[in-house]
């Protein structure tokens, strides 16, 4: 497994919560997401609308893999890197925020 390794500012320590920027709504599992101050949506499939539950209030990256290798049969390793470049592609678009986790 990748540990704590960072991957574009993000690593397992990081946490993570939604911006104040956007709205969002679950559509029959899914997660629909509007950026507010671009007027774009983004949808995210089952295990994205997961994370993005589990990101509504700060989360560690850490406990949100944990949970998802909970509900899904994935390779640690694979569900580690899926996770962090999800992560990555939300933060590029301004959906959420990153903090070290220091602060905790």
Request: aromatic share 4%; net charge negative.
């Amino acid at each position: 497994m990748a540990s704590n390794k960072p991957t574009g500012g993000i690593s397992l320590d990081s946490v993570v919560s939604v911006s104040a920027d956007q709205v969002s709504c679950d559509l029959e599992g899914e997660a629909a997401i509007l950026d507010l101050k671009r007027g774009t949506y983004y949808g995210l499939d089952e295990v994205g609308a997961t994370i993005w539950k589990l990101v509504a209030r700060p989360t560690a990256v850490s406990a949100i893999r944990d949970v998802l290798l909970e509900r899904y049969q994935v390779d640690p390793e694979r569900c580690e890197q899926d996770l962090l470049a999800l992560l990555g592609k939300l933060r590029e678009h301004g959906l959420i925020q990153v903090t070290d986790g220091s602060d905790r």
